[in-house]
């Protein structure tokens, strides 16, 4: 990993189809950025990765691998971190499972996931795993806060070529069905540290007897963190799931639960749990013993549920029984069967919901139809967002894509800020009792009277991000000129904390005037009044709405959110260029493997090299790169101007044709340019064999689609099939080498 590290540019590994994207993409980019004597080197985060570098004690010299994602994590804090980030897989239990189990099968002595351990071992074991799973490597990586939108020619692109948006009729069934108390916007509690409370906290579970059981010790709590409790009432989570089922039924639409089951790997799995066993409670109640015997654990999904009693015809005909007595069930694959509640990591809020809102207020049933469905989102914090976009949409009709603005982003994220921070302190009650957070100085800070099963939590937001969040915010604004909008509620507890730095801030700066605080319902229904008049708008969130508004938004402006330009300006000085959204990469997979067409576009890859190259040069005074840089830009105008991106269907250009006319493009602009004579001297005859060798290269790359592709693996596909697969064109290959 040294070398690694010690490249100019770190263009990670990942997994699905952004990682099938590199096989290709990847070539391109050492060729032409070795003429600026720049190295890149490829840390390995992918899923795979982390799991191998975490046990390696249990395998073979040649299988082990460092940890790459820690030694990123360092590299971050450093002024001369360079780091493309492509999306990773943010891993529920059921992706965990299935890839230990592959790698297993490759001969990796990796030892099973204990889903429920007993011995310390186990225990041992599961607490490495847990480490892995869910939301493992964002937080590590972002020590910075950070600025998303869409770039200009991204945005002009879909303006021209406006993608398909569908009907919405005031007359719509569809809602967002959330609980009205008991949840974590009703129990949160915050506090900002003071002097005397900083230092290590702990949190403890005090029994109705009196006994206290240490839930986490030496946590460290700094001065001027704001720190959050809360949590949620399992009943009252029970009682409004039974009930959001009869009301879809009532209402003739379709039951969807939407959550974010990979990011709050320890809460939302649980929610999705109290789901699945809500759409099942009778089975649960009559069949709970022998499914405890079965090993069913409802927070792994339907999916795993019905592979384990498929064979016990008296739970399968039940099963049946109960699915004709419910509504229609949101279908992530009707095809295949897979519902909304087969998988916890199948349904993603910030990619599902934008894609019923841009659908017309739709989904799809098992039979495969279209129809207005009851969108059921527990937790009220940010619910809001996406009632008020169906109330906005039933109103007013789907969004002009043609002149609609845009809305960017100013995200505070930075060292694990917000829920997305929470894993390592959220809990699931084991008895009745009370839980607590105890500062250093012994003052009780937080305290929630729990019943066995709530689920509480909490999380912090350090005061430095916080402050360079608000700068950064201030920066985007001054920039701009765009309205800007500090998305927090007064009445929420945790944002009234951070209203309280970020209003004295902004009158310090003299700046007050240029910025409005809103809730985000309200913030939601001016920014979509904003963009529907044609003008631009930035929103400043907090770390979900980050997530959650950086779909939303470009899905309804762009068609896709896997094209934002994503910069976290990192706060000691280095730069951290995110790639776009992974959330329909494993879709892709399956039809490359199938049909051998990869439809994944690398926009982001492309906006990413470009600002990376244009960072280098600034931090490195390497004029070559920022030469690059710019070429690397007017190659992205050409992809889009020439609509050169990749198509859905099988026989159509892919992936790779895009590539192909990426480089092209590239040489093209680095051979007109005058800055660099030198540059202009070694890619001339590139650009002329691309131009040249078009005919050949793309009917090669055309014979390499329509039959399956075997590339050895999902989590941890072969490196050599990858490569033949992904670069089928000879001619091409020849020239980059």
């Not at 082990?64 to 980030?85: C, F, H, M, W």
């Not at 310390?120 to 490495?128: C, L």
């Not at 192909?660 to 030198?678: I, K, N, P, T, V």
Request: hydrophobic share 45%; charged share 25%; with cysteine.
């Amino acid at each position: 990993m040294a070398d690694q590290l010690n490249a100019d540019i770190l263009y990670t590994i990942v997994d699905e189809a952004p990682e099938l994207a590199s096989a290709s993409f990847l070539p391109i980019i050492r060729k032409f950025v070795s003429a600026a004597d720049i190295t890149v080197g490829t840390p390995d985060i992918s899923l795979a990765g982390r799991i191998i570098a975490t046990f390696p004690e249990n395998l073979t010299d040649e299988q082990r691998q460092s940890d790459d994602l820690a030694a990123l994590g360092e590299l971050v804090k450093t002024p001369g971190a360079n780091v493309i980030k492509l999306p990773n897989i943010s891993a529920s239990v059921p992706q965990l499972v299935a890839a230990v189990t592959e790698l297993q099968e490759k001969g990796y002595n990796i030892p099973s996931y204990p889903e429920e351990p007993s011995t310390d071992e186990e225990k041992a074991i599961r607490a490495r795993f847990d480490a892995i799973k869910g939301s493992a490597v964002n937080p590590v990586l972002r020590e910075g806060n950070s600025d998303r939108r869409a770039a200009k020619a991204v945005k002009n692109y879909a303006q021209n070529n406006p993608h398909s948006m569908g009907a919405w009729e005031s007359t719509s069934k569809t809602k967002v069905s959330s609980m009205p108390g008991n949840d974590f916007y009703a129990n949160e509690v915050s506090a900002t540290i003071s002097a005397d409370q900083a230092g290590d906290a702990k949190i403890e579970f005090v029994a109705k007897d009196g006994s206290v059981t240490v839930l986490k010790d030496g946590w460290p709590l700094e001065e001027g963190t704001v720190a959050d409790a809360t949590f949620m009432s399992a009943k009252a989570l029970g009682a409004f799931l039974a009930g959001a089922i009869e009301d879809t039924k009532a209402d003739g639409t379709m039951f969807s639960l939407h959550m974010k089951a990979t990011m709050m790997k320890v809460s939302d799995p649980i929610i999705f749990g109290h789901a699945v066993k809500a759409w099942l409670a009778p089975v649960f109640e009559k069949f709970g013993v022998e499914l405890d015997a079965l090993g069913v654990n409802p927070n792994s999904g339907m999916g795993d549920l019905l592979d384990r009693v498929a064979d016990n015809a008296d739970i399968m005909a039940a099963i049946e029984a109960v699915t004709a007595d419910r509504p229609a069930m949101y279908m992530v694959d009707s095809d295949k069967g897979i519902t909304n509640l087969h998988v916890p990591s199948d349904v993603i809020i910030d990619a599902s919901m934008p894609a019923v809102i841009r659908a017309g207020g739709k989904g799809w049933d098992a039979a495969g139809n279209k129809g207005d469905t009851n969108c059921v989102i527990p937790d009220r914090c940010y619910a809001t967002i996406y009632d008020e976009s169906i109330n906005f949409f039933k109103a007013n009709g789907a969004l002009d894509v043609t002149t609609a603005g845009s809305v960017a982003n100013v995200g505070l994220m930075a060292q694990k800020a917000e829920e997305y921070g929470s894993h390592p302190t959220t809990f699931e009650a084991p008895a009745d009792g009370t839980i607590r957070i105890v500062t250093a100085n012994g003052e009780t800070l937080h305290s929630h009277d729990v019943e066995t099963g709530d689920i509480w939590r909490s999380c912090t937001a350090k005061k430095a991000p916080i402050e360079n969040w608000i700068e950064l915010a201030m920066d985007r604004q001054r920039l701009t000129g765009s309205e800007a909008i500090f998305w927090l509620d007064a009445n929420r507890a945790h944002d009234a904390q951070l209203i309280a730095y970020v209003k004295p801030a902004l009158e310090a700066a003299g700046v007050a005037d240029k910025f409005q605080i809103m809730a985000p319902r309200e913030a939601t229904a001016q920014s979509l009044k904003t963009i529907t008049a044609g003008n631009d708008s930035i929103a400043i969130t907090g770390n979900v709405l980050r997530d959650y508004l950086t779909d939303l938004f470009p899905i309804l402006e762009l068609g896709t959110s896997a094209k934002m330009l994503s910069i976290v300006k990192l706060m000691k000085g280095g730069g951290l260029f995110e790639t776009g959204a992974g959330g329909s990469a494993p879709k892709h997979v399956q039809q490359l493997v199938e049909e051998n067409h990869l439809r994944w576009d690398s926009m982001g890859e492309f906006c990413a090299l470009g600002e990376s190259l244009n960072f280098l040069a600034d931090s490195k005074g390497n004029a070559k790169a920022g030469v690059l840089g710019v070429a690397a830009e007017a190659a992205t105008q050409g992809i889009l101007d020439d609509n050169r991106s990749p198509s859905r269907k099988v026989g159509q250009p892919d992936n790779r044709d895009s590539h192909y006319w990426f480089a092209r493009y590239w040489a093209e602009a680095l051979a007109a340019q005058s800055d660099d004579a030198d540059l202009a001297a070694e890619f001339a005859p590139v650009a002329k064999a691309l131009a040249d060798g078009e005919e050949a290269i793309l009917a090669e790359l055309a014979a390499a689609q329509g039959p399956a592709a075997d590339i050895a693996g999902y989590y941890r596909p072969s490196v050599e099939l990858k490569a033949k697969v992904m670069r089928p064109s000879a001619t091409l290959n020849a020239i980059i080498g």
